[in-house]
């Protein structure tokens, strides 16, 4: 009994989203189609509800032919149980559900017979035929039909009502077209005439679909209340998207898209409410509010006019629907007995064959029937509108329409239209009578708005007296007729004094007047000379002979007779502007700090000079110079300590150079020397070493005194072989070579220097291969406390093992490595590989220790290493303190802000942070006390005498007890010997790392070391 109540109050829930349809369809649509659209939803209800009683249900659930079709049950109700009486009436109210979608797409533009005859066709010959495929086996267990006995789900009818809906609804929008003006690009398409309505229409239907989905189990029982949160799940998230995604393309909220999105969400989720979770029902409307949107965004671009957004939010969710069921669905709960890929082929083909039916005979008898009987009204009904064209109804808004026709047919506007009060169409009235109110009022001030012409030519007149322009007219002989105060102060005449006077005599300098004259008879409109309505260069003259430079601007006016043309001169003085051009010129080939030529001068300059040393056959010579310290003093003192000392530099350069040689600043700290003419290898290594002793000077910042010492590459273009790119390319190499020979020295550019950046490029080449093709591995070093068979963790080491070259040492490809984003590529090899491997310990059933895994400064500070660390812990289900991060006291010197945040978030994901090589870099107790470390690794130069010399062992011990006082732990590294181990135990250490206890190993050897039963002796 409680069953049949529960079934009974969701048929009359999903009766409630009839109500919901017309609510938002009435919204949807314009106000003229609005009573059509309350006419044809309840004879579409009356329609589908009588045909599925005479003959729908038995057809859809009827003793099986087949599997294909039901043969009995026909005018049901006679002799059937209270039970059978109640399923009966829950599937009625589905049929009129996919009646209703139909007609949803095509609204205001469909006949009423053609909602008649689209209805009748997917009532009797489509939705029972496809429901009983689906469906059969609801009724009686052993009348399965064909797709339900293959295993295809589709719970409360995504494809089955949903999409039966939305295929019929695509077959009749491809058969009637578009409404008229809906994709007309100079005009906006009304989106609808009551939102607010068309909302509550939503918020019914989302209230009658937990009847729709909730009655669906046919009992009231533990899986309805979850099948209701599915429900409710999938449709907010899907409202969201759609919205969402809509704000992000055009950056405001449209409702209907809303709308549109808590629809979608609820069709996508009907298929699998009953076996999926919460989050899955979240994910499937996300989804479905996303198909809706863009599917609505592809039926634009096909200009498929669906007016309810029934083919992307029902057909498309519909599909993805039962699509979702083969990859979200608790199998158990399907209770099909077929895998992934069973389940997902069989819902494929049970989409596919009800779409294929579907669309199939609804287009092709509708196609018949629009021959005989068109579907369409009538443009001029179309533009009447549906409630007057198809059931004679007349709106408040119609009437207005009329009246407001008449007026214009009649040219009379001084009787107001009829105001409907207290409606929105009786505002509307209201506010046209105050417009044609208006309009009168202001006819009647034409008169006096022409009396007010000949006052604005007078304030016209003043307006031209007081522009700072020199305006002139002349006549088409080129006589003065007009010269205002300002023409006659810059050309030095007063306007009685030129009036009738030739311009071009008085104006124009001698050499230009024959120009003149000519654009003058072809008035201004010859290709050469001055042009009418452009801004034309001129150089004029004074009345007393003095030119200037000037910007003419010409404008004609033809005479009432058309006979007769004059022009408007409008002149500018440009002298200040072209001072002021000269003078920006200046500045853009000048270096604004220095003083010096800057890049763009210097490549010109540079080209100029290569083509000279190639007609003289001279030799053109370049100095690249890089200030080797600049940066330390920039960092340390200030960017206004390092400008001092660039304007120092610059002083220094003049002060070596001979006076046709080019100085420029290149950027930076970076400066060019070019030496040009008859030179010499003598010359250049004079001046070379010239530029070296005088940049050897101290230099006073600051009040204090610095060295600067200097690296310079030069190259030479031989009788201008060399171009001005390959020239300073060459001397750039040439410069690295000389830091790479111990800085302050200079290089003169050899073949050789170039196949080493080129051996560089290789190498990166090599290495991109190498991370593709799975070249690199990692060998791990053990971490012992205090004896050998006491392993507390491993070190990570990366080996290169190169098909063609062998092994390759990381002291080759690291530094190379790390001259570009190869390092991070190789160093989240590392982590991955190093997670992987734990994570096969686990696996194995061993004890895995922590592995400690090196990272660069460049990987450290970017943005990619916390997320992609976060990831690959979840990914392997590691916990992170079983992972350890290792940097060098060198990565802190820059950043070092940067540096803290992300070795904070490291941290709080319960990773070890640990210092390496400490001692030998860039030591700060500041930053040692503000980063959030773990270890102190001391480094082998250190350990590797400790136990000889005194210094050694008093480093040791220093940085021991530096450690201790920070509350971190110490690792002496590269301990071989026992006389060392004996020393830093003194000292106070506990952990080491060394050949001493283990070379780095595979992770084979590694596996045996973890197993419980492994035999450290041996």
């Known amino acids: 009994m409680l069953d049949n109540l529960w079934l009974i109050v969701s048929a009359l829930l999903v009766f409630l989203m009839q109500a919901g349809f017309l609510c938002l369809e009435s919204g949807r649509i314009r106000s003229k189609n609005s009573i059509n659209v309350a006419a044809k939803n309840i004879t579409d209800f009356i329609l589908s509800t009588t045909i599925f009683w005479i003959a729908g249900f038995g057809l859809m659930f009827g003793n099986t032919y087949l599997g294909l079709i039901g043969s009995n049950s026909f005018l049901f109700g006679s002799d059937n149980s209270a039970d059978e009486i109640c399923f009966f009436i829950f599937q009625m109210m589905f049929c009129s559900t996919a009646a209703t979608l139909m007609s949803g797409a095509v609204a205001e533009r469909m006949s009423f017979i053609g909602y008649i005859y689209a209805t009748i066709i997917l009532s009797v010959a489509i939705y029972p035929i496809t429901g009983h495929w689906a469906w059969g086996g609801l009724y009686q267990d052993t009348q399965q039909g064909w797709l339900a006995a293959l295993g295809f789900i589709d719970f409360a009818g995504s494809t089955v009502v949903h999409s039966v809906g939305g295929w019929v609804a695509l077959a009749c929008v491809i058969i009637i077209g578009p409404r008229l003006g809906r994709y007309d690009v100079n005009t906006k398409f009304p989106s609808g005439s009551n939102l607010p309505m068309a909302t509550m229409g939503t918020l019914l239907i989302w209230f009658g679909w937990f009847g729709f989905n909730g009655g669906s189990v046919l009992a009231i029982n533990d899986q309805v209340p979850k099948i209701l949160l599915n429900t409710c799940l999938a449709a907010i998230w899907g409202g969201l998207i759609a919205t969402s995604l809509h704000y992000f393309d055009k950056r405001f909220i449209d409702v209907s898209y809303i709308l549109n999105g808590i629809i979608a969400g609820l069709v996508g989720i009907t298929a699998s409410c009953f076996a999926v979770e919460p989050i899955s029902a979240a994910f499937i409307g996300m989804i479905s509010g996303g198909i809706v949107y863009y599917g609505t965004l592809w039926l634009e671009k096909m200009q498929i006019d669906d007016a309810l957004a029934v083919i992307p939010a029902h057909l498309l969710a519909g599909i993805w629907g039962t699509i979702a069921v083969a990859i979200f669905a608790d199998y158990s ?102 417009v044609i109110t208006r309009i009168n009022q202001e006819m009647s001030q034409k008169d006096f708005a022409i009396d007010q012409f000949q006052a604005s030519e007078k304030r016209k007149s003043a307006i031209l007296d007081s522009s700072m322009d020199c305006i002139i007219s002349i006549d088409w002989e080129g006589k003065i007729i007009e010269f205002n105060p300002s023409a006659e102060r810059t050309l030095g005449c007063l306007k009685k004094q030129v009036v009738g006077k030739s311009f071009t005599k008085y104006f124009v300098l001698e050499e230009d007047r024959e120009a003149v004259e000519y654009s003058l008879r072809h008035f201004f409109s010859a290709a050469n000379g001055l042009v009418l309505n452009r801004r034309n260069a001129l150089q004029l003259q004074r009345i007393s002979a003095h030119p200037f430079p000037a910007e003419v601007t010409i404008t004609s006016t033809r005479m009432e007779d058309d006979s007769r ?223 050998k068979d006491n392993i507390i963790a491993l070190e990570a080491l990366i080996r290169w093992n190169n098909p063609k070259q062998g092994l390759i040492p990381p002291t080759d490809f690291i530094p190379i490595a790390e001259e570009s984003n190869l390092i991070i590529q190789l160093g989240e090899m590392v982590i991955n590989t190093a997670l992987m491997q734990i994570r096969e310990w686990i696996d194995q059933g061993l004890s895995p220790v922590p592995i400690a895994v090196n990272i660069s400064g460049k990987h450290l500070i970017s943005e990619e290493l916390v997320p992609f660390i976060k990831q690959q812990l979840v990914l392997f289900s590691i916990p992170g303190s079983l992972l350890e991060i290792e940097i060098t006291e060198g990565v802190l010197i820059d950043d070092i802000e940067i540096c803290i945040s992300v070795l904070e978030e490291l941290k709080a994901l319960n990773i070890s942070i640990s210092i390496d090589d400490f001692g030998t870099g860039y030591s700060s107790l500041n930053y040692l006390k503000r980063l959030p470390l773990d270890i102190l690794k001391i480094d082998q130069s250190f350990v590797e005498e400790c136990h000889r010399k005194d210094e050694d062992t008093e480093i040791c011990a220093t940085i021991i007890n530096l450690a201790r006082n920070l509350n971190l732990s110490t690792i002496a590294e590269g301990v071989e010997t026992e006389g060392q181990l004996d020393t830093l135990l003194k000292l106070g250490c506990e952990v080491f790392q060394g050949y001493y206890f283990y070379k780095p190993l595979e992770k084979e050897a590694i596996s045996k070391l973890l197993s419980p039963t492994i035999n450290t002796d041996n």
């Not at 997902?344 to 779409?355: F, K, N, S, V, Y």
């Not at 109804?393 to 009329?402: C, F, M, Q, V, Y």
């Not at 030179?679 to 060295?707: C, H, T």
């Open 333 to 434: 709960k399907l209770n099909t007995g077929l895998t992934f890929s069973q389940q997902l082929t069989i819902q494929l083909c049970g989409i596919a064959a009800i779409g294929l039916y579907s669309f199939g005979v609804s287009y092709c008898l509708l196609s018949i029937i629009n021959r005989f009987a068109p579907l369409r009204v009538t443009v001029q009904d179309e533009k009447q509108g549906l409630n007057i064209a198809e059931h004679q109804a007349s709106t408040e808004l119609i009437d207005l329409l009329s009246d407001m026709e008449q007026q214009q047919n009649l040219g009379n506007f001084t009787s107001p239209v009829k105001e409907e009060p207290f409606t929105e169409v009786g505002q509307i009235a209201k506010k046209y009578n105050q």
């Open 565 to 787: 043309t004059e022009f408007t001169l409008h002149i500018r003085d440009v002298t200040r502007e072209q001072k002021l051009q000269s003078r920006l010129k200046f500045l853009a080939y000048r270096d604004p700090l220095t003083s010096l030529s800057n890049r763009t001068y210097m490549m010109k300059s540079l080209s100029a000079a290569i083509e000279m040393a190639k007609l003289h056959n001279e030799t053109v010579a370049l100095f690249f110079l890089d200030l080797d310290k600049f940066k330390k003093i920039n960092d340390t003192l200030g960017h206004k300590a390092g400008d001092e000392l660039l304007c120092e530099v610059a002083k220094r350069l003049t002060e070596v150079a001979r006076e046709d040689d080019l100085i420029a600043r290149w950027g930076g700290d970076e400066f060019i020397v070019v030496l040009r003419g008859k030179i010499n290898l003598d010359v250049i290594s004079k001046k070379a070493k010239d530029i070296l002793e005088i940049m050897r000077k101290p230099v006073e910042i600051s009040k204090k005194q610095f060295n600067i010492p200097t690296s310079i590459g030069i190259s030479l273009s031989v009788c201008g072989q060399t171009h001005a790119d390959n020239l300073i390319q060459e001397a750039d190499i040439a410069m690295y070579a000389a830091k790479e020979s111990g800085r302050d020295n200079y290089q003169i550019f050899q073949a050789h220097m170039a196949e080493n950046v080129t051996k560089s490029a290789t190498y990166e080449r090599l290495i991109q291969t190498g991370l593709a093709e799975k070249q690199f591995h990692l060998v791990y070093q053990p971490k012992v406390f205090r004896s």
